[in-house]
């Protein structure tokens, strides 16, 4: 599908539609706006370049919200183009991080492991008092989760400790305690970047009006069947006609 200098007043809606071929929506004006909900699209370069496009025409009306929907899909067709190596190195960027979108990953990715850690030390009596000489192991749950939450906080109260016993030769809650401390510290500056970036672009501007303003009175363009290089060609009693290279011609009709 390839929009040759095209220019289109109406909203284009790919909604339930399948691309076997390329997409190129490079050089297209588009003055409404796009929809690719359900949309197949075989090729991952096509993925790219329609989600990319979709992502600039809602950021252009101020729908944040939308906008990085697409830019999350744009950057996992983008992901999945890579080698082997970049591609799985950036798997915890895009189910944790949501390449910079999903501050609930990022929320709940830190409760999973600053909950389960503290399981892992109630289990396997991981945590001593620190008030005292002798090694008095904590054997409460809730003071368990307690000392993980602190320590993935990096507070420190000083009540609690990992306890120093080693197995073959490691000092294995001593390291879980000071990994969870640099994840804690990760993660939550990541979640303050995230968030903050999030709410920023959605009260930022008023996208309802902006929105409703540039799509109001416009009529919708969909596609029906198949589709393969086309450009627009013109529109008469509420359809128009495609020309797919000067092979094959495609009705669609407008909502």
């Known amino acids: ?98 390449f910079g979108t999903k501050w609930e990953r990022v929320l709940l990715t830190w409760l999973f492991v600053v909950f389960g850690l503290g399981f892992f030390f109630w289990v396997f009596n991981g945590v001593v008092r620190s008030d005292t000489l002798e090694l008095n192991i904590v054997r409460s749950l809730w003071d368990n989760l307690y000392f993980s939450i602190v320590t993935a906080t990096t507070l420190g109260y000083g009540d609690f400790r990992p306890i120093a016993t080693e197995y073959f030769g490691i000092p294995v809650f001593r390291l879980l305690a000071g990994g969870e401390a640099i994840f804690g510290t990760f993660m939550w500056a990541a979640f303050i970047v995230i968030f903050a970036r999030k709410w920023v672009r959605k009260f930022g501007t008023n996208t309802i009006s902006s929105l409703s303003s540039a799509t109001r009175g416009k009529r919708s363009f969909h596609a029906i069947g198949p589709m393969l290089d086309w450009t627009p060609i013109s529109s ?12 094959w011609t495609l009705r669609v009709g407008f909502a």
């Not at 008469?236 to 092979?247: S, V, W």
């Open 1 to 98: 599908v390839v929009f040759s200098v095209a220019t289109i007043d109406e909203n284009v809606v790919f909604d339930g539609a399948t691309i076997g071929l390329d997409v190129k929506f490079s050089t297209l004006k588009l003055k409404g706006t796009i929809s690719f909900k359900n949309t197949v699209l075989r090729r991952i370069s096509a993925q790219e370049s329609a989600y990319r496009k979709a992502k600039s025409v809602y950021e252009k009306f101020g729908d944040y919200h939308t906008a990085d929907e697409y830019y999350y899909l744009e950057m996992t067709a983008r992901r999945k183009q890579k080698g082997v190596i970049k591609r799985t190195f950036e798997i915890p960027i895009q189910y944790i991080f949501g």
């Open 236 to 247: 008469t009693n509420g359809y128009g006609r495609i020309c797919l290279a000067n092979r």
